[in-house]
């Protein structure tokens, strides 16, 4: 396998567990009257020394990309470190790993133990970074444990290794001026902005400006076996345009393009009237287990989930 094909490989995982962001690939390439050139993927990790980013990176380093910077999140507890290969056609990469250290001893025991479960084998394939769970999948309730210490090591607890996102370089695109007409694309086609610290994260003066989606809910089958589906955040799509040459990322912003997979916080506050479809879990048949039908606030449905 080369990276061409890995990269293939990553999309292909993300676009088929998250189907929203196909039709926003659609609706660029439509809107560009072309294809569209990626700015840069994320992945997500642990900073454990078996699976930490620098074991994550291990392919992308292997076929010729080099790290740039490491970047702090103090507020998330996050280290990242970007890469870069010479290749222009090739996108940006960009891994962080969270510092368990920082965290309850009952969230880095659960961690821990999932990553005792992954083999010497699987650490040394070269598409680790889309190998997906490699340990018995989590249960509901320890789903709800660790999103109340970090909606982050609950995502990867829940998804493993595959790409958080993919970017859309804007900067390459010819048909959007600037992210306010971006973001209007996306709002008016049915998506929903990520506004954690405004629409628009950075600056024409900082290099960069970024702004993606929220995440779709995806259903999950969390262990044991038989006890159902449940609906949680997935991945995203973030934009981003670049100005002055400036090649990196800004800590500030990433700190809040990261809550795009929180999307229980974004969720609408208006009054909605609630059926089966909001359900949030399954039968063991895949079916939604019903509602009756409710008429209260988006927020006070999120607050009883």
């Known amino acids: 396998?080369?990276?061409?094909?890995?990269f293939k490989n990553m999309w292909n995982s993300y676009s088929n567990l998250n189907p929203h962001v196909n039709r926003v690939l659609e609706l660029f390439e439509k809107h560009?009257?072309?294809?569209?050139k990626n700015d840069h993927i994320a992945l997500r990790t642990f900073n454990h020394p078996r699976i930490n980013r620098d074991v994550l990176a291990k392919?992308?380093?292997?076929?010729?990309y080099a790290p740039v910077e490491n970047l702090k999140f103090e507020k998330k507890k996050l280290d990242a470190t970007y890469y870069i290969h010479d290749d222009s056609d090739l996108t940006r990469v960009f891994i962080s790993e969270l510092k368990l250290e920082e965290f309850s001893s009952d969230l880095q025991s659960t961690i821990n133990s999932m990553i005792d479960q992954i083999t010497d084998?699987?650490?040394?394939k070269y598409d680790l970074c889309n190998s997906g769970v490699l340990w018995e999948m989590i249960t509901k309730d320890t789903?709800?444990?660790?999103?109340?210490?970090s909606e982050y090591a609950a995502w990867v607890a829940t998804f493993g290794f595959i790409v958080n996102h993919f970017t859309i370089s804007v900067t390459d695109c010819e048909s959007f001026e600037n992210l306010e007409q971006v973001n209007s694309f996306l709002k008016d086609n049915g998506f929903r902005v990520n506004d954690s610290g405004g629409e628009i994260k950075g600056s024409v003066e900082q290099g960069l400006e970024q702004s993606s989606i929220m995440s779709e809910d995806v259903s999950i089958k969390f262990s044991p076996s038989g006890s159902g589906k449940t609906n949680v955040p997935g991945c995203?799509?973030?934009f981003a345009l670049r100005h002055n040459g400036f090649d990196g990322f800004i800590a500030g912003s990433a700190d809040k393009i990261?809550?795009?997979?929180d999307n229980i916080k974004s969720k609408s506050k208006k009054n909605c009237i609630l059926t089966s479809e909001d359900s949030p879990d399954y039968d063991a048949d895949g079916n939604r287990i019903p509602l009756p039908k409710i008429n209260m606030t988006r927020e006070q449905w999120e607050r009883l989930r």
């Open 121 to 124: 084998d699987e650490l040394n």
């Open 143 to 149: 789903y709800e444990k660790l999103r109340n210490e």
């Open 32 to 36: 560009e009257g072309g294809p569209v």
């Open 258 to 261: 990261f809550e795009s997979t």
């Open 236 to 238: 995203y799509y973030e």
């Open 59 to 64: 392919s992308f380093l292997d076929s010729g």
């Open 1 to 6: 396998m080369n990276i061409q094909k890995l």
